[in-house]
């Protein structure tokens, strides 16, 4: 136990050892700018290697401003904890909408030729552009709640500002045909820096057809205007297979099967098609997007060259994007010579016919 005990400070030092920083670093690790419009902003930073061995490395951009912003673009070889430093510019456009807007500069390790990596280690420095907001600043949101027999439609209004502003305008309700189902009037508030005012609307769920729709509000206030929209689903995807058919099949034939589906959903089902399955063989159709309501017959074509001649039980499986539906349909599959069977048979009624009239005869 004593011995256990003794290791304890060993192995928390050999812990603490371990080189646990990234194989390449860049500083400062977030810069915060001021805006002011049409302003030329110049910086430095510093990238480094970590590694124990010679490293390539280039410089990137991403977010908001990139096209904006100018950076080096060569591909730079760093020898083992060398630094180098950098420097980037950014012009200010005339105009930003208030909040902080967020640009990254990074640096990316550049994998050895020959490894098959397509990217290694990579650090960003992250310049946040922030834009003081007006006195009167209303930021909208919408959120939309399932209850137990209706939507709950809410509209959020905040205000960023330092001063109190009078709030008004409307919300609109539309089905993805873009046809208004309900119009919304948004009476006159007060909302107060800092503060958040709600508006509610209760749509019935039995007036609501399964599908996609759009809430779009517009807010008017005393310096400006504040527009939102969200989109929200009503019930989820459904499509329904209406009907199968395929004539019988026969040994070394294809056939035609046709499945035709209605989309039951007010608004795009993505990814739909059909999978035919006999005994140990399946045929797929095309896949194709369906719209709202839309009917459509989808065709699979179904080869018997490998199947046996009988009655098989085959499962019709309708995928899609978010659920699938399967129908059982007997298929029957006749013999490769059905035509000289049937002939044989034809030939062989006719002879045990004309027996038996000759044998009638012949008694008389």
């Not at 060398?82 to 012009?91: G, H, S, V």
């Not at 807007?101 to 420095?125: F, N, Q, R, Y």
């Not at 995928?319 to 539906?325: K, L, P």
Request: proline share 5%; hydrophobic share 40%.
């Amino acid at each position: 136990m004593q011995k256990a005990l003794f290791l304890i400070p060993l192995i928390l030092a050999f812990l603490l050892a371990a080189d646990t920083g990234l194989a390449i670093g860049i500083s400062p690790s977030d810069l915060k700018i001021n805006f002011t419009a049409g302003t030329l902003i110049t910086d430095n930073f510093v990238v480094w290697n970590s590694n124990s061995e010679t490293t390539k490395i280039i410089l990137s951009k991403s977010g908001e401003l990139t096209d904006v912003v100018s950076i080096p673009t060569d591909v730079y070889e760093f020898e083992p904890e060398e630094r180098k430093t950098f420097e980037f510019a950014l012009i200010l456009p005339e105009e930003l909408t208030p909040g902080t807007h967020l640009l990254k500069i990074g640096a990316v390790e550049v994998p050895p030729e020959g490894s098959g990596l397509s990217a290694m280690t990579a650090v960003d420095m992250l310049v946040y552009v922030i834009v003081p907001y007006p006195p009167k600043y209303i930021k909208t949101d919408i959120n939309v709640s399932p209850e137990s027999e209706a939507y709950n439609v809410t509209l959020s209004a905040l205000n960023l500002g330092n001063e109190s502003t009078v709030a008004s305008g409307t919300m609109v309700i539309r089905d993805c045909w873009n046809i208004t189902i309900k119009n919304i009037s948004i009476n006159s508030t007060i909302v107060t820096p800092g503060e958040v005012e709600q508006f509610y609307e209760m749509l019935p769920s039995i007036s609501l057809k399964n599908g996609l729709y759009t809430a779009q509000a517009t807010l008017f206030y005393e310096s400006g205007t504040a527009e939102t929209e969200k989109e929200f689903m009503v019930g989820i995807p459904e499509l329904n297979i209406s009907r199968i058919k395929i004539d019988m099949l026969k040994q070394g034939s294809t056939r035609e099967m046709s499945v035709d589906v209605s989309n039951l959903y007010a608004g795009n089902i993505n990814n739909v098609y059909v999978d035919a399955r006999i005994w140990n063989q399946s045929w797929n159709s095309s896949t194709v997007n369906m719209t709202p309501m839309e009917n459509r017959t989808f065709t699979v074509s179904v080869d018997a060259d490998n199947l046996k001649y009988g009655v098989y039980q085959s499962d019709i499986t309708l995928s899609y994007e978010g659920g699938s539906v399967t129908r059982h349909l007997k298929v029957y599959v006749l013999p490769k010579n059905i035509e000289y069977i049937v002939v044989g048979l034809c030939v062989g009624i006719l002879l045990v016919i004309g027996t038996a009239m000759y044998l009638v005869r012949k008694k008389k």
